[in-house]
């Protein structure tokens, strides 16, 4: 099908969100009553990044949270970013994203052990983490009282603009010496 490309643009664009191939086929299988091969979805979607790889477009396809999605271009990103602060009156918390932190590097997390790691109450942080749908109850702990554990979604994994959770910075590089006070001396 020479036209597969478009379709699957069209699939892009409408989603609210990164579709995966997995999704893409099924939908294209179903509608075309066909059995189209990943390899030719993969293909139309180099096709598609190629053809949005061209300056005269603001944007590209990207691979993200393990499938496509229209991005904005970096040369826009001030733009972008100028347009979110206006729009984001809302922004988060420096607790909140304490928190968002830990949830992603330690999912799925009970809120004790969150509370445990910060030494404060985090009720209003998780709450908020959820309402804006960066974190979600991913289950329930086996211990006593089976507390809620918490995980991230999708759309944490598009917020901060990661294919997956092992995209996320490894800890030891945030890791800072111990027992150091002032700058090192040179040798």
Do not use: W
């Not at 893409?24 to 091969?37: A, V």
């Not at 790889?53 to 991005?71: C, K």
């Not at 990103?77 to 809302?90: C, F, G």
């Not at 209003?124 to 991913?138: F, G, P, T």
């Amino acid at each position: 099908m020479e036209s597969l490309s478009l379709y699957i643009e069209s699939l892009i664009f409408a989603s609210d969100r990164a579709i995966s191939i997995k999704t893409l086929k099924l939908t294209l299988n179903t509608h075309f009553e066909n059995n189209f091969k990943e390899e030719e979805i993969v293909e139309a979607i180099e096709e598609l990044k190629v053809k949005y790889s061209d300056p005269q477009h603001s944007f590209e396809v990207l691979e993200i949270a393990d499938g496509f999605q229209f991005m904005t271009k970096g040369a826009y990103y001030p733009l972008l970013s100028q347009h979110l602060r206006i729009e984001s009156k809302r922004k988060l918390s420096k607790s909140a994203l304490e928190t968002l932190a830990i949830i992603s590097y330690k999912q799925p997390v009970a809120k004790s052990s969150i509370e445990g790691i910060r030494g404060v109450n985090c009720d209003y942080s998780i709450q908020k983490l959820l309402e804006k749908e960066l974190i979600v109850i991913a289950g329930r702990d086996e211990g006593p009282g089976r507390p809620l554990l918490y995980g991230t979604t999708e759309k944490f994994l598009n917020h901060f603009g990661l294919k997956n959770l092992t995209e996320l910075p490894k800890l030891k590089e945030f890791e800072i010496e111990e027992n150091t006070v002032g700058l090192k001396e040179e040798e």
